[in-house]
C-alpha cells in the first residue's frame, strides 16, 4: 500500500522517460546487467545514485498533495476489488493483442514443451505469469512485504557515500527507523539486496547456458551519456512513486493499492515521451 500523489505520479512520470532511455526498468536492469551488457552495468551505477539523491529530496515531496492510501479491497471488498482488477487486465490484454505491434506472443509453449525452451527462452506469456505470481506469492512469506526491486539501489548508494565520508544523520530519510536499521546492518541482511543479487547471479547462469553472455565494450558515447541519464532518472523516480514496475505496480496491483493503477498510467505517459527522445541519443527501438 501506497498513498497516491503529486510526487507518486511524477516519479512514475520520469520513471517511464528512464525507462526509455536507459533501456530496461529495475528488474530489467539486473537481469541485463547480470547477462553481461555493460551499459546497462552503468545504468545501474546510476540507478543507485538516482534513489540516494530522491531518499534526499523526499521530506520535501512528501509535503506535496496527495489522496492518501487506498485499498480497493477495502473499499469494495475483496472479492469485486480482485475481479475487478482481472476485468481491467484482460481489457489491456485484449486491446495489446487487436492494436499491439507485438501481438503474436503466445500464450502457451508452441508445439508443445521442451526443456531447451526453458533454458533459452523466451517463456510463453502464461508460464512467465505464473511464475512471477508465485514468487510474490513466495516473497510475501519470507519477506512480510510484497515484491520489491528498487529499494535496494538506494540503499546500496547509499552505503557506498557513507563509505566515502557523508554523514547520514544529515538527512531526514536516513536519520532514523527503518532506512537507519537498514544502513547500519550489511547488505546481506537486507532482503532486497539478496533477492536483487539473486536476480543478477540467476541472469549470468540463465545467459551463460544459453551460450548469449557476449559483453560488448564498444558503446557509443551518446547511448552511455542516455544510460547515465536514465539510470538517474529511474532511480529518483523509484524512490517518489514506491517503487518500479514491479515494487509499485505488479505488487500494488496485487495488493489492491490504487497506487499501482495510477503509477502505470503516469508511467506509460513517461514512456511516450521517453521514446520521443531516444533519437536524441541516437537509440532505436530495439534497443529500448
Not at 495510477?262 to 527501438?285: C, D, M, S, T, Y
Request: proline share 5%; aromatic share 12%.
Amino acid at each position: 500500500m501506497a498513498p497516491v500523489s503529486v510526487s507518486m505520479a511524477f516519479g512514475a512520470l520520469i520513471f517511464g522517460i528512464g525507462m526509455q532511455l536507459a533501456g530496461g526498468c529495475g528488474s530489467g536492469t539486473l537481469f541485463t546487467a547480470g547477462g553481461g551488457n555493460l551499459r546497462m552495468a552503468l545504468v545501474l551505477v546510476f540507478f543507485c545514485a538516482g534513489g540516494l539523491w530522491a531518499s534526499l529530496d523526499l521530506h520535501w515531496w512528501r509535503g506535496l498533495p496527495g489522496i492518501g492510501e487506498m485499498s480497493l479491497g477495502d473499499r469494495l471488498g475483496w472479492g469485486p476489488a480482485i475481479l475487478l482488477q482481472l476485468a481491467a487486465l484482460g481489457l489491456i490484454y485484449l486491446g495489446l493483442r487487436l492494436f499491439g505491434a507485438d501481438n503474436k506472443r503466445p500464450l502457451w509453449w508452441a508445439g508443445g514443451f521442451k526443456w531447451q525452451r526453458l533454458l533459452r527462452g523466451p517463456w510463453p506469456l502464461l508460464f512467465g505469469a505464473g511464475l512471477l505470481a508465485l514468487l510474490n506469492w513466495a516473497t510475501l512469506l519470507v519477506a512480510g512485504h510484497p515484491w520489491s526491486i528498487t529499494w535496494a539501489f538506494t540503499l546500496w548508494g547509499a552505503k557506498v557515500a557513507a563509505a566515502l565520508g557523508w554523514d547520514p544523520a544529515t538527512s531526514v530519510f536516513w536519520a532514523g527507523g527503518f532506512p537507519r536499521a537498514a544502513l547500519a546492518r550489511p547488505v546481506l541482511e537486507d532482503v532486497t539486496s539478496v533477492m536483487d543479487i539473486g536476480i543478477v547471479c540467476g541472469a549470468f547462469m540463465a545467459a551463460s547456458l544459453a551460450g548469449k553472455v557476449m559483453p560488448k565494450t564498444r558503446i557509443p558515447l551518446p547511448s552511455l551519456l542516455a544510460a547515465a541519464i536514465g539510470g538517474l532518472l529511474l532511480g529518483y523516480g523509484a524512490r517518489l512513486a514506491y517503487g518500479c514496475n514491479i515494487g509499485a505496480f505488479f505488487s500494488g496491483v496485487a495488493s489492491t493499492s490504487l497506487h499501482g493503477w495510477a503509477w502505470i498510467v503516469a508511467a506509460i505517459v513517461g514512456n511516450v515521451i521517453g521514446v520521443r527522445l531516444q533519437p536524441l541519443f541516437g537509440l532505436h527501438k530495439a534497443e529500448a
